[in-house]
């Protein structure tokens, strides 16, 4: 009886196992490599493929060792922290961690960032505003000569300078275009002056402003001659940088406690009339020149392309968060024993033996894989339409058909990095919760790291786009890619399955396998594609049978662009998953030995997914109910298939004790002596009273009778 | 265009808004009061009907003052305390709480409980570790001599004593039958020696331990002349009332850290052969008399329907704070613009204007309510239930019948409780994590609560009984109902509707309207019923035809056993939500004015559940792929027909903003005002240099060059 669970049903049982059969203080270990010993396939293969081949491997090594040995980077302590001490942590690890991104190249600094998103999500922000908003900005928006500039004064590298991201307002986050700070032209002493006219302007969440920032990078509306030109970007300086005090006009506080990442100092700026000089607003693309004209963009929609960046790395983060929790699920549950699923049983039975705990994480194990897949395409994508992007925009005459092409790919990026960004952090935030679950108490507990993670995770959610704006949008462009296909325009390639709309309507399954690939790839552009074209239909009879506006039809049909989105993007992961299993270069004995079990990882997520929706497969009449059932039965006996697997499979994320950072999933499975030892080192057992015992325990525990009145007196 | 999102999107659209039509900052309070005026029913009387009368109202209000006026209660700066300040406060505040209980009636200290676990989670646990589990323990195992005797020591009033409740070990939670902690009977000294017999065996996760605790109620398997009779449980005196100094073999330790109620003193504790007289044992059921004779209970499975009443009231408690939250989101929502649904509009759209933000909102705002009728009902139930089992126990010799309805009663009660506790645990997880998300980023905030209650929250689906395992046993309960349905036995009210299963089988909802009360109780029953068929089918089938063990075959199917639970679980929740309205006493104008917002508050819950899990209905053929699609559309009707009244909806809950506390979501929707005064209430903006800048930050900022090495001396 796998449950035999409450207390009650317990102790009616009062059943006795025979303990003397294993100890769980000394058994675990023992397990733990027995299972790693049943590995069936080479796990340094199998790091390889994930890291996208050995050369990969070796540099995200050489950067983890980077953390795990410098004494900065020591984690023993981290989930003990409090606010301020982290927050000074933080800083301290940025001194150590920006010689390292000096030296790095551009490609190993972007790894550099997804190895320190696993162990210190704070000191990545931190250090990512400067880096990625601050700088990025500088190189995305302003000319070659601002560009040298503010390198001149230390941007590129944290000296003298820390630059930070003044974007949203109290009042302002999503809708970027109706932020309300100005930046006026003073034609008479060409500045502009920046001002907050109202505390629903103020800046908010500017991380780096409350300790780090000297400088900023204000979003605010140019109006040039009473003429307001929209949101462009500013530099402003915040504080004199020879001794870090506040310049004139400009007020900051801190906003202090959020739900997680306390390391990073998210702070709030006002400024009131502050004056800059007109070569601080950034003008790569819209000017303004010393007679007050302002000259706006050709190419605008080009402007902002490499800020996609962020959205990019965000499904690589998804990935490298997820893989530290599904371990330490997986490790904890191969070697905890609780019940005996067979009452004859002399030992209690391993929790990962259960039918019930394979299903809950195998299938998250897949997710992680696919998500990996997913990332590196993504992040191929990224660098070639971007590639185009800047060779279509070399000139300032471009040639038109290079344009429409390289915004083409542009826009395809945009909708699918949005689509991955939003699923990809929702699935990391469902993985650390259902791994915690998963580990029972011993889950709750600040030392194995879940709730730290999960509370530093969850703004992935909310940030650089949130989620279900991101997710309605994709939805919105995905309407738009079959509204195009079927004015017979082309489609980017993500959407290509949208051209076989007709026959994947009327597809069935019929009698072949529903765990073959080709199967499982086409269920998923049958729905996705019925999805689509569903809410087409819809839009359309709104806009022209209904009179609505193209808004007003996009608002109504919400529902179902955040649906299209949604499986749009779990086919596009499942597709790439299969890609990149199918494209990977196999070259050793070791590599062919991975094949088999990424494939079963594979059908898994698409089957496994076919089992959350089941009613769209039924709805398109691809599947039976019977087949729905058998679906069901094909995720039970793979889940079954990967657990024997399961320790070699997370062992091939290749993570140290160091970024596990949570006893009960520390290599060797010795999880209780871990886990004990941690504890008791984080929380020296030296006195039984609390500190307050005397103040306020002893006089409540060893109270008199509440004091009476006594009206004997008064008689 | 509703989601004008991506910073890249918007900054093409440069769009430019009339911002001087309204002011974020000044706005808010003018919408919230508008929204409020348009209430259509009478509030007060919705409040009545939530609170279980116009009586019951007036504790609850009694209550919260009792803790809102208290300045030991005072939250303000609640959200930035550290773990010790928050662990002395809690110490504080159980001072304060303690008389307040022990004036209470039993059916008030429940309200005041419920009430605590919205503005205090720890506080809540801490006291009722002592009150609901030690002095639980004492009362529903001991003997009356033993529960006078322990009120004499103090137990009854926390006074020279406190207690704790030793079950759980580091290697064993949930099953509790393999404790491994001993209690050997030694004769001659006729005491019981207390061991804890490896590290594995170590008490773990005590609430109460590492600081508060004199007493303990020690789970241990009892012991008598080498024979192991299951673990019972004994008093253990753990620290000496008079200076709480630790007893002779104990060791204790504090664990330290965990993801939140970090105001409870979770210890650790080993005894080390330990003496206790043998009266120490709780022997109402179970007893060991001088001579070392064991009696062993004959209704064992009687003996701890008490602990059930902590199921029935994390129900109560789900409800409780997720009304908090859904009243943030949607007063943050009501007053929020972002972006304008339509370009021509001069202002942009309030939040709680978009489809499909209502989509997110509305369906969990009628969850709460669903959960507040489920919650009564099944009080209901657990208190008839407790009276029926004592009453049939009162003589030693008890009635026959009387005794076997008393267990129907029970067993129907443990598995209707389980499946209730977890899915509204759960569902109280995902309305906190849904409406943090839907306040964007000041949903991250700590001043607005969400991620310290998230954090507080979740182990309710952990604790008593792990969600996951709870569900697995109320599903394999189905599957024994039906069973007994087929066999021709009786079966409780709960699935009485498995009576119909043959007409259920085969229903479909054919012309009757989707929204119709009648139609979606039936549809849910549809569904359960198909689902507990089809799983005590295949059971059937395992353990006929292919021969496995009842256990074998439970375990084989405990993905069918989860499905059935939950489904069954949530048309429970409809049904008794339909039955509250259809049940309560309306008396006045103003209880009847609440009628038809209840009624769509019911139906919308019933369809966006069905909307939740389409493929059961599809599945089922009660619904036919055209009807799944108007379930959709009904959704989103009613949510467009319910957002109307969503403020009035919320006021209902009667939530003061003491209780409240997050100024995004008070009362009077000023919610920047608010919000940013706390923020600078909490963090004073006194120096723009953080404490760490001389020793941490000036040093890297104004580094010189990395030293080189000179080697021309060496040449």
Redesign the interface.
């Known amino acids: 009886?796998?449950?035999?669970?409450?207390?009650?049903?317990?102790?009616?049982?009062?059943?006795?196992?025979n303990?003397s059969a294993y100890?769980?203080?000394?058994e675990p270990p023992v397990l733990m490599a027995a299972e790693r010993a049943a590995t069936a396939f080479d796990t340094r293969s199998m790091t390889h493929f994930l890291d996208g081949g050995a050369e990969s491997t070796a540099v995200f090594e050489k950067i983890m060792l980077d953390f795990e040995r410098d004494p900065v980077f020591n984690n023993d302590n981290y989930?003990?922290l409090?606010k301020?001490e982290v927050?000074?942590l933080t800083?301290?690890r940025?001194?150590r961690l920006?010689?390292m991104i000096i030296n790095d190249s551009e490609e190993d600094s972007v790894k550099r960032f997804s190895i320190l998103g696993i162990c210190d999500m704070s000191t990545y922000t931190r250090t990512g505003v400067h880096f990625g908003l601050f700088f990025g900005a500088i190189r995305g928006s302003g000319t070659t000569e601002q560009f040298n500039y503010w390198i001149g004064q230390g941007a590129g590298e944290?000296?003298?300078?820390?630059g930070c991201f003044c974007?949203?307002?109290?009042?302002?986050?999503?809708?970027?275009?109706?932020l309300?700070t100005t930046a006026v032209w003073d034609e008479q002493t060409d500045e502009f002056i920046i001002n907050t006219p109202?505390?629903?302007?103020?800046k908010?969440?500017i991380g780096g402003a409350?300790?780090?920032a000297?400088h900023t990078a204000c979003f605010a509306?140019l109006i040039v001659k009473g003429k307001?030109?929209?949101?462009k970007i500013f530099i402003v300086p915040l504080?004199n940088?020879a001794d870090?005090?506040?310049r004139a006009g400009i007020?900051?506080?801190?906003?202090?406690?959020?739900?997680?990442r306390d390391g990073i100092?998210n702070g709030?700026v006002q400024f009131t009339n502050v004056r800059i000089p007109r070569q601080f607003m950034l003008m790569k693309y819209a000017q303004v020149d010393r007679a007050g004209n302002v000259t706006m963009p050709v190419f605008?929609?080009l402007?902002?392309?490499a800020?996609?960046g962020g959205r990019v790395n965000m499904v690589a983060d998804s990935f490298q968060v997820a893989k530290r929790f599904i371990t330490i699920a997986i490790r904890y549950a191969a070697v905890r024993?609780?019940?005996a699923?067979?009452?004859k049983q002399t030992k209690?039975t391993r929790i990962l033996d259960?039918?019930?705990h394979q299903?809950?994480l195998i299938p998250l194990l897949a997710y992680t894989y696919a998500m990996k897949a997913a990332s590196d395409e993504l992040n191929i994508m990224y660098r070639s339409s971007i590639k185009r992007l800047e060779d279509a925009t070399k000139s300032s005459n471009p040639e038109k058909k290079a344009l429409a092409g390289a915004i083409e790919d542009v826009k395809e990026l945009?909708s699918t990095s949005?689509g991955c960004k939003a699923f990809c952090t929702w699935a990391t935030a469902d993985i650390i919760?259902e791994t915690?679950?998963s580990c029972?108490?011993h889950?709750?507990?600040?030392?194995n790291g879940?709730?730290q993670a999960?509370?530093d995770w969850?703004?992935q959610?909310?940030?650089?786009?949130?989620?279900?704006?991101?997710t309605?949008?994709a939805g919105?462009a995905l309407i738009q890619s079959c509204l195009s296909h079927r004015r017979g325009k082309p489609i980017g390639d993500a959407v290509k399955y949208l051209q076989n709309s007709d026959s994947l309507k009327t597809a069935t399954v019929g009698d072949r396998a529903l765990d073959s690939e080709s199967v499982l790839r086409e269920a998923w552009q049958v729905v996705a594609s019925n999805i689509i074209n569903a809410a087409t239909d819809k839009f359309t009879e709104l806009t022209t049978v209904q009179g609505l506006?193209l808004?007003?039809a996009?608002?109504?049909i919400?529902?179902q662009r955040?649906l299209a989105a949604k499986i749009h993007t779990r086919q596009h992961l499942i597709r790439s998953f299969f890609d990149r299993i199918k494209n990977y270069p196999y070259k050793t004995d070791g590599d062919n030995s991975i094949r088999e079990h990424l494939a079963n990882l594979a059908k898994l997520f698409a089957l496994w997914s076919i089992e959350q929706?089941?009613?769209?497969?039924?709805?398109a009449?691809y599947l039976t109910?019977a087949q729905?059932d058998s679906v069901?039965t094909h995720v039970?006996h793979l889940c079954k298939s990967v657990r024997d697997q399961a320790i070699g499979l997370t062992d091939a994320f290749n993570l140290s004790d160091y970024f596990i950072n949570a006893p009960i999933g520390n290599y060797d499975g010795n999880v209780?002596?871990h886990?004990?030892e941690k504890?008791?080192r984080?929380?020296?057992?030296i006195d039984?009273?609390?500190?307050?015992?005397e103040s306020?325990?002893?006089?409540?525990?060893?109270?008199g009778e509440?004091e009476c009145v006594d009206l004997s007196e008064l008689e």
């Open positions: 009886m796998s449950d035999r669970l409450s207390l009650m049903d317990n102790l009616i049982a009062s059943k006795t196992l303990q100890n769980t203080f000394t989930y003990d409090s301020s927050r000074k800083m301290q940025i001194a920006v010689p944290i000296k003298n300078f820390f974007m949203t307002e109290l009042g302002h986050g999503s809708n970027v275009a109706a309300e109202h505390v629903g302007a103020t908010w969440w409350a300790h780090s000297t509306r307001d030109y929209g949101v504080r940088v870090h005090s506040l007020s900051l506080g801190d906003i202090g406690k959020k739900m997680g100092d709030w605008a929609q402007t902002y392309g800020l996609i024993r609780q019940f699923a067979d009452p209690e259960y039918t019930y299903r809950r945009f949005a919760d915690r679950q029972g108490g889950g709750y507990s600040g030392y879940f709730g999960y509370n969850v703004v959610c909310t940030w650089e786009g949130d989620n279900n704006i991101l309605l949008s919105r506006s808004d007003q996009m608002e109504e919400s529902q955040f929706d089941t009613g769209l497969f039924l709805h009449g109910p729905i069901g039970t209780y002596k886990y004990y504890v008791n984080a929380n020296p057992a039984s009273k609390p500190e307050y015992y306020t325990m002893k006089p409540f525990l060893q109270r509440e």
